[in-house]
């Protein structure tokens, strides 16, 4: 069994013409992330290329975790919504908001609810968790993206989610399955500190710590990211991926390809990351890190990893 799976996040997709009208929507923490956007994401990473060095690369699935949008505003999930359609079928993709997607409360169906087809699965929470089955990977998707007050990009779960996770977490791994936990916001304390960290990421850390998980990847600070977190049966390697098109904000832009395949005693992941060269706007992959995992927890390295 081989799989591979293109990992992106924080695509904060252009804000489509007329989203911002009327200009009463820019009003408290929507106006502060408008004068950001304006300040550093006006300067994209063409999605085209972005998507033909995917599909160059051949993944067999997309996972997104969030920060689709910029300010929030009902009509960048329209917008969203219409370009992950044009990605093909939503049983390719799957999709976790992240903090900029609640940047206010908006009713369901105004919001992330136009995201349903991607965040759907065979089994879960309304609508989080989720579990989606795609050949012997299970990916299972959880939201860290509630409204927090301006100069906050902390993440949350709650207890439902909490509550909910383990029962997946335990169906996959009795499948034998290598479980894949999306989440926007990392279980542990990253760049930014409080100001833009999990909440509750030792709840989380305690579920995972106790039901396993083979790999937790994550976006949200803009750079990749290297860290682990316990597991039953050793450490669980929590994977970070860079900004995947907003050129100039936090480091560069780019993805990362994990071609997964199981072994005798767990599992071998080979983990390449895609980096834009500012130069010619090519993509082009650092020479990949292998990871052995164990089922359960517990992974080890064949090259050096970034220290988080």
Not at 13 to 34: D, E, F, M, N, T
Request: with cysteine; aromatic share 6%; hydrophobic share 45%.
């Amino acid at each position: 069994m081989s799989f591979s799976l293109a990992h992106l996040s924080d695509l904060h997709l252009p804000v489509p013409s007329g989203a911002i009208h009327p200009l009463s929507q820019l009003a408290g923490k929507r106006l502060l992330a408008y004068f950001a956007w304006r300040r550093k994401r006006r300067r994209a990473v063409s999605a085209a290329a972005l998507l033909a060095d995917i599909v160059a690369a051949g993944a067999d699935h997309l996972a997104i975790t969030g920060d689709l949008t910029n300010l929030g505003l009902p009509g960048e999930f329209a917008a969203a919504r219409d370009w992950l359609l044009a990605l093909g079928p939503s049983e390719g993709v799957t999709v976790v908001p992240g903090n900029h997607d609640a940047t206010v409360a908006l009713p369901w169906a105004d919001g992330t609810g136009l995201w349903s087809p991607w965040m759907s699965g065979e089994a879960g929470g309304a609508p989080f968790p989720f579990l989606r089955r795609r050949g012997a990977v299970a990916l299972i998707g959880l939201s860290s993206a509630v409204p927090t007050r301006p100069g906050s990009a902390a993440g949350r779960l709650g207890a439902a989610q909490l509550a909910a996770l383990p029962g997946l977490l335990e169906v996959a791994g009795r499948e034998g399955l290598f479980r894949i936990v999306m989440i926007h916001h990392p279980p542990l304390l990253g760049p930014g500190g409080r100001r833009k960290a999990l909440a509750d990421r030792a709840a989380l850390c305690r579920v995972l710590a106790r039901h396993g998980a083979e790999l937790v990847l994550h976006g949200h600070h803009h750079r990749p990211l290297r860290g682990e977190v316990p597991g039953p049966r050793g450490p669980i390697p929590v994977l970070g991926t860079p900004q995947a098109l907003a050129a100039g904000h936090g480091g560069p832009s780019g993805w990362q390809m994990l071609r997964i395949a199981r072994e005798a005693e767990g599992w071998r992941v080979a983990v390449e990351l895609r980096l834009r060269d500012a130069a010619d706007g090519m993509f082009r992959a650092s020479p990949a890190t292998v990871l052995r995992v164990s089922s359960g927890g517990g992974w080890s390295s064949a090259t050096p990893l970034a220290a988080r």
